[in-house]
């Protein structure tokens, strides 16, 4: 799927991508409403529908990103619940086989995320992803998530690559759908983001279903 004589630059989004989202999906579809309902003595079903109800009017938005919006809207601490559920923080299956691949092939590796810094920071410190990447970037360092252009201007503006020989694996679509309007040629998703779910059908652009693939086509 990918012809490495064609790329400089490897853009890798983080959760579904490079970690399991396992960890995220049951933070914020498990974790969150419980302790909500058991905060405010509200049913489940209750906090459910109050919590998805906001996310799903920010998603795509800066605040949905957001640790701090998330924290003020309920009224809990959100990185303490990070913190409850770190054993779940994992690298998908040969992930860093790939990352050190692309290391050996000296293309220019870069974390582009979505995660708040707080996320992000918990995360690094139960996995060496900054010791597999030239940088760690967060959409909050540009205040624009990656479904904006905005995000994708301040990216190549601090850190220089050419969107023609650019590869982008993430699992959002619109995030892809983003980036192919900047310009950036090659694009990937990913099969099954998360472990616990079933492997994703239908998708829009071509899939990542084994990262081993990715290390099979030659320079």
Known sequence: MVSWDAIDTVLLDMDGT????????TLWTHLLPERFSATYQVSLDHARNHLFTHMSERQGQLEFYCLEYWAEFTGLDIVALHEELTHLIA?????????????????????????????????????????????LVSCHDYGAPKESETFWQSLIAEHPFDPARTLLIDDNAAVLDAAGRFGIEHLLTVAQPDSSRPTRTGLKHPAVHDFRDLMRTSV
């Not at 490079?18 to 999906?25: G, I, K, P, S």
């Not at 139960?126 to 940088?135: G, S």
């Open 91 to 135: 690298f998908r299956p040969y992930v860093t086989d790939f990352l050190d691949h692309v290391l050996q092939l000296e293309r220019q590796a870069l974390l582009v995320t979505n995660a708040h810094r707080d996320s992000l920071a918990v995360k690094v410190r139960h996995v060496d992803l900054d010791q597999r990447l030239h940088a």
């Open 18 to 25: 490079l970690l399991d989202l396992a960890y995220d999906n």
